[in-house]
């Protein structure tokens, strides 16, 4: 199999298939990361995956090329290019898939079979299934569910496939067998498989990501409410979540979802829904994004208020900058907002994350990083952005000998509220007492 693009998503894909027993070659423009993946090295951090590579490279089974010809031979060719957002709206940018499948058609040979895995505007399947008609192949819609920190996981053993197969029967039975083939051992293991058209493929997906923001916004408001009203949203959080219906999962008040996924799919979502004349549909999405876009301003407005009205001239240590823990990735991430706006009100700001400073720097080189050490030395006030376990397990006795001040914001609610307390901090949490 082919698998095109080498991103977040391609790469794991490619090594785990590897893993599963297919012979994979991997395809991506990027020559530097083709080199580094070819010599087993992963170009982004993510747990599980350097091992993965290291063996699946040894094993001869995965190889890596930035020839799109490379694909010719492969008898399933799985697209895993990004869809950004695009500049200037809200609709997903396709250009990096429509570019795959136009590289890929001089290759395609009749009975070979195209997979989506990209995050698409419902549609996209049907159109680019014109484009690969002519040479006599089929496409195939098998959206990824994997979670950036859980990837490796989350591809050898899937909690569920989705197929969308092509409409016509005999193709649809084909592609099918294709499929089964590829994840014979999820299917082995009894993995839940739902086998439907393009539409709802490329849907389910979409949908699955709106539904998960929106639990997060959901419980961001009601810590807008909480502090209001003098009430805790953890706790809130953990008596409505004891209710099976609802459970307590993705139930985190704090500074909001970022990241590559969530944020871009949501605005893609409303922007396919309005094209197809049924925004009013998905216009909760939009109140769902101002939520969770109003909690990285409260986050700063806390650190503000905290210091007295003004963080000028104040230092301000920023503890995490990745959209989440065991993660490099900054896509839209709350916490490098959060440490760049306090920087853009004159705070000194000391960033430090585990594995996202080399990231952060590109994106905002104005911005002063340290480790955890250098930034709490001497600072004013902690903010606590992303619930990396090595700010979780922080000691607030010995931080509070590093600092001048002992204010922490608790941005993501991770923090032992009482034990900081105790310690002699001022601790603030998002919507907690
Ligand atoms: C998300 C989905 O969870 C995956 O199922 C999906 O496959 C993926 O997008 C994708 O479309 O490729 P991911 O972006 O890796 O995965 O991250 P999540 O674990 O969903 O977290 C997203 C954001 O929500 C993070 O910034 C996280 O801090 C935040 N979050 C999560 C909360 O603020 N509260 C919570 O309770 C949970």
């Keep these: 199999m082919s698998v095109i693009g080498c991103g977040y998503l391609g790469a794991v894909h490619a090594a785990s298939m590897a893993k599963l027993g297919h012979e994979v070659v991997g395809i991506d423009v990027d020559k530097a990361k083709i080199d580094a993946l070819a010599a087993g090295e992963a170009p982004f951090f993510e747990p599980g995956l350097p091992e993965l590579l290291v063996e699946s490279v040894a094993s001869g089974r995965l190889t890596f090329s930035t020839d799109a010809a490379a694909a010719r031979g492969s008898k399933v060719h799985f697209i895993a290019v990004g869809t950004p957002q695009k500049a200037g709206s809200y609709a997903a940018d396709l250009r990096y898939v429509d570019a795959a499948v136009q590289g890929l058609v001089p290759h395609l040979q009749p009975g070979d079979l195209v997979v989506g895995k990209s995050t698409v505007p419902v549609g996209t399947a049907e159109r680019l299934s014109r484009m690969v008609e002519p040479t006599g192949a089929m496409v195939a819609w098998n959206p990824e569910f994997l979670r950036e920190g859980f990837a490796v996981k989350d591809t050898l053993t899937p909690d569920r496939l989705v197929y969308g197969l092509p409409p016509k029967a005999e193709e649809s039975a084909v592609a099918k067998e294709l499929l089964d083939e590829v994840y014979v051992e999820a299917l082995r293991l009894d993995t839940p498989l739902v086998a439907t058209d393009w539409a709802t493929a490329e849907l389910v997906k979409v949908a699955a990501n709106a539904f998960l923001a929106t639990k997060i916004s959901f419980i961001n408001a009601m810590a807008e409410i909480s502090e209001v009203a003098g009430a805790d949203v953890t706790e809130l959080a953990d008596a409505i979540g004891y209710d099976v219906r609802i459970g307590r999962r993705f139930l985190n008040a704090g500074a909001g979802f970022g990241g590559g996924c969530l944020p871009k799919d949501i605005r893609a979502f409303t922007a396919r829904a309005e094209e197809l004349g ?98 709490l030395e001497g600072a004013d006030a902690v903010v606590v952005v992303t619930e990396w376990a090595e700010y979780r397990t922080l000691d607030p006795a010995s931080v509070g000998e590093l600092v001048s001040g002992r204010i922490v914001i608790d941005g993501r609610n991770c923090l032992d509220a009482k034990q900081w307390r105790e310690a002699g901090w001022q601790y603030i949490g998002l919507g907690r007492r």
């Design 278 to 375: 049924k925004g009013e549909a998905l216009n909760f999405l939009k109140e769902v994004d101002a939520i969770n876009l109003r909690r990285r301003d409260r986050v700063v407005e806390l650190v503000v208020e905290a210091l007295g009205g003004s963080a000028y001239n104040k230092k301000v240590a920023v503890l995490g900058l990745a959209f989440k823990p065991d993660s490099d990735d900054t896509r839209d991430s709350p916490a490098l907002d959060v440490a760049v706006r306090l920087n853009g009100l004159g705070a000194n700001v000391v960033a430090s994350d585990p594995e996202a400073i080399a990231n952060s720097r590109r994106l905002h080189p104005q911005l002063a990083y340290g480790s955890t050490n250098d930034a």
